[in-house]
């Protein structure tokens, strides 16, 4: 059975949107870059080419006021070698 999601908090929406703001601000932004937070829980989705563009985005989110937690689920691609990496969190959770 489905765990329910519950909507987002209205801090929620301000911490979803500081973190867009921040990113949007760098030149470190993931690819297809997505946020999703939940009661402080902050969730980030995307694909990265680069392994400090996922400690950036990570450091980013987990300094916003706020946040009580960073999940990442940031996939890694290697342009040379065509390599695809899903993130740690969601290999666990495919078991």
């Known amino acids: ?3 329910e999601i519950p909507n987002p908090t209205a801090d929620d ?3 979803h949107d500081s973190i867009i703001r921040q990113i949007d601000g760098t030149d470190r932004r993931p690819t297809g870059f997505q946020v999703a937070v939940r009661k402080g829980v902050v969730h980030l989705h995307g694909l990265i080419l ?3 563009v996922r400690k950036a985005a990570v450091v980013l989110a987990e ?3 706020g946040v009580k937690e960073v999940r990442h689920h940031l996939s890694s691609f290697d342009n040379y070698s065509s390599y695809y990496v899903e993130s740690r969190a969601d290999i666990k959770a495919a078991g």
């Open 1 to 3: 059975m489905a765990k």
């Open 63 to 65: 300094n916003t006021a």
């Open 13 to 15: 929406e301000r911490i």
């Open 50 to 52: 680069d392994e400090n």
